[in-house]
């Protein structure tokens, strides 16, 4: 009977270890997780703002005409394009 006795508490003992093991590591992956999606709302917002930098700061630019090549290509007048590129060279 004390075998037993003495069975029964160990086997009780193990369970409730492993309760405790298993709630400690849940509640360590749970903050883990918890961090994770912090740090990566965190980025979304870095990324957020960082484009909307680059927006403004494209925004605040002069407009610049676009520039016009010399050498223009009439589909008309081909032998005119090449008198004007053995020109220019």
Sequence with gaps: MI???????LR?????AGLGVGWLEYRS???CEK????????????????DAKKAYA???QP???PVESPLTLDEDNLEAYLVQLEKSA
């Design 3 to 9: 075998g037993s006795l003495n069975m029964k508490t």
């Design 12 to 16: 009780w003992s193990a369970l409730a």
């Design 29 to 31: 992956h749970a903050k």
């Design 35 to 50: 961090q994770h999606a912090i740090e990566h709302q965190y980025h979304q917002q870095q990324a957020l703002i960082e």
């Design 58 to 60: 494209r925004s605040k």
């Design 63 to 65: 407009l610049q005409p």
